[in-house]
């Protein structure tokens, strides 16, 4: 059974667990938001051409013209 916390033992847990906590730098943070939305065009453009192959083969086999 987990033993009970006041809350003021809480908050103290709470602040000294996130002083433990290694905070990335701005510059850290740019650079990653900036990979992130790089790997999300790229993604984006990958799905978008299989999806038009994928319409495409299902035009030629339904003979529905291309």
Not at 11 to 28: H, N, Y
Not at 48 to 62: H, P, Y
């Amino acid at each position: 059974m987990a033993a009970k916390l006041s809350p003021v033992q809480f908050a103290r847990q709470v602040r000294q667990e996130v002083a433990k906590v290694t905070w990335p730098s701005r510059r850290e943070t740019g650079i990653s938001t900036l990979m992130v939305v790089i790997m999300v065009v790229v993604a984006a453009l990958f799905f978008m051409l299989v999806d038009q192959l994928f319409a495409w083969l299902v035009r030629l086999l339904f003979g529905l013209g291309v």
